[in-house]
């Protein structure tokens, strides 16, 4: 009654969507660093097993290749953002 519809724009979804996979890359990543130094740390205590190391080594690995690019497209879709606002969009 009256109201209008939120206008949405496609390329401001994809980038949400993109977002949203990032900000879960992120977590996922920085979980994993967390747990390998735990992990890292509990080692140093009761000492080091071979099924340890590996999921330490695992976990390093892991979290490397979910964390780098969530760094790199997380500081797109920011950039994206920024350049929105300074356009006024």
Partial sequence: SGRLAPVTDPVRERRARIARVV???????????????????IGLVIG???GL????????????IVLA???VFNYAVRAAE???????L
């Fill in 23 to 41: 900000s879960l890359g992120l977590r996922l990543g920085y979980g994993l660093f967390l747990l390998a130094m735990v992990l890292f740390v």
């Fill in 82 to 88: 920024r350049d929105d606002v300074e356009r006024g």
């Fill in 53 to 64: 190391v590996s999921v330490i080594v695992l976990s390093l690995v892991v979290g490397s």
């Fill in 69 to 71: 690019p969530a760094i």
């Fill in 48 to 50: 080091y097993t071979d």
